[in-house]
Every structure is written in C-alpha cells, then in structure tokens.
C-alpha cells in the first residue's frame, strides 16, 4: 500500500491500572480501507478502540490521524478531526426518539441544512430508522438500535468510522443485513476500522486484518490471507 496513512498506529501500550491490556500493537488504515481487528473476548480490541477515541490515554505509543498526532487528545477534539466510533453495546439514548438521537450525532455541526441531508441520508441508508423517526429509540429492536449507532456515527461526516462489534446479539438475518450495510459504506468509499467477533463475516469485507490476541497481534494479512490462514480456521472460523 503506497501513500499516507488515514490512521497510524504504532507501538501502542493500553493499562488498566497495572493490568496491560494492550502490549505495544502497531497497525494503519488508509482511505478507502476496511481493516479489521478480530480476536478472543478480552484480546484488547475494544481498548485499543477507545484510546483511539480519546477514551482512554495510552502508556505509550503514538496516533497518527489525519497527518497529525491525536495521542493525549480530548475525545471531542478527536470527533472533531474525522474520526467517529459506533461503541460495543450501541450505547443509544433510549428516551430519546431516533432523529434526536441521530441529531446528537452531528453535535458539533453548525451546517443545519447539511444535518438534514444526512438524517435523510441515515433513513436512505436504514429506512426503519425513517419510519420510526419520532419514536423512542428504546422502542427499537438490538439490530435496529445497532443501525441507529451506526447512523449516528456517521452522522459527523468521519473520514474514519469506527465499529464495534456491529454484529454483537443480532439474529443471523439483521446481523447479515448490518453486514452488507458496511459493504455498502464501503462501496461508497466510507473508510472503516471493523471490530468483530464474527471473524468469517469481517474478514470476507475487509481489506486488511489482524488478529489480536491477549494485548498484541499475532497475525496480520489481508482479508483473504487471514479467511484461508489455517490458524485462523482452527482458531476463529470453527473448523477442526
Ligand atoms: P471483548 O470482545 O470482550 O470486548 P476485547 O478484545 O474488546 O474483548 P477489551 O474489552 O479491550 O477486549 O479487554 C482487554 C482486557 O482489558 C481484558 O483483560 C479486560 O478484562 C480488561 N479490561 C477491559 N476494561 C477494563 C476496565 N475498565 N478495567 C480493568 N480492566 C479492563
């Protein structure tokens, strides 16, 4: 891959008091990519999410977003710069309706006809989330709450969006439509970091991936490298 990074990461060390559950991991996105980060419960990939999003503040390593170093920066700053997360547990505001949830999405936008295309553009995409538009986001089901987080990610215009695990406790049908939503983001040249359990459905979107395993990543390769690894099969696509 030639040009500069979207997304730099290198050698970054996440702790949890003296827990380290981050090991020094270094990775890039570049635009237009799909790059997933698949692994065991408690691999690190959430952590390693939220420090992105200034969530947390790294032991050491450096961010690079945009060209520039995001590492220390405030959570805000970093939505600010392009670079949006979709959290584990959709994390919507359940008394809120749908298009005030998505409205939240776009907080620090001042562009008010700009926001209203994107609402429209969020029902385009999940037309559910029109149809219900002034109900109680509580009311929707897990799926249906996974696709309002999704919306209101992209709500901020992100030159990166982050996911994760957009697949966690759906049924295989909603998680096979959230699936083939993010195939379309891609296909519109959406640039996404994809954390999945499911890795058979991630690693068929994505172009990059790499498995992490207690804090590091053991194995990195495309997409199709990583579907056909044999570790990979035994270790994450069920096969003896
Ligand atoms: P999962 O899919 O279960 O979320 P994960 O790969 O995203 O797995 P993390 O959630 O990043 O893993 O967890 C990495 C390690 O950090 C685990 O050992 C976990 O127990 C620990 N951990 C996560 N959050 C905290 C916290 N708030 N305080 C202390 N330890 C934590």
Do not use: C, W
Not at 100 to 127: C, S, V
């Amino acid at each position: 891959m030639t040009g500069t990074a979207l997304l730099e990461v290198k050698d970054l060390r996440i702790a949890y008091g003296k827990i380290e559950a981050v090991k020094g991991i270094s990775f890039t996105v570049h635009t237009g990519q799909v790059v997933t980060l698949i692994g065991t419960n408690g691999a690190g990939k959430t952590t390693t999410l939220r420090t992105l999003s200034g969530l947390l503040t790294p032991l050491a390593g450096t961010i690079h977003f945009d060209g520039r170093p995001i590492t220390g920066i405030p959570a805000h700053r970093i939505v600010a710069l392009g670079l949006a997360h979709s959290p584990e547990g959709r994390h919507i505001f359940p008394r809120l309706t749908i298009a005030e949830n998505l409205q939240l999405g776009a907080f620090l936008r001042k562009d008010t006809h700009g926001i209203t295309q994107d609402i429209q553009r969020a029902y385009d995409l999940f037309p559910i989330l029109g149809e219900r538009a002034k109900q109680a986001a509580g009311t929707l089901s897990g799926g249906e709450q996974q696709m309002l987080a999704m919306g209101r990610a992209l709500m901020s215009r992100p030159k990166l969006l982050m996911l994760d695990e957009p697949s966690m406790g759906l049924s295989p049908i909603m998680m096979q439509k959230i699936m083939t939503t993010i195939a379309e983001l891609k296909a519109n040249g959406t640039t996404i970091l994809l954390v999945e359990q499911n890795a058979q459905a991630a690693l068929t979107l994505a172009d990059q991936g790499h498995v992490m395993e207690t804090g590091t990543i053991a194995l990195s390769g495309t997409g199709a490298e990583l579907l056909h690894n044999e570790s990979v099969r035994k270790a994450y696509l069920g096969e003896d």
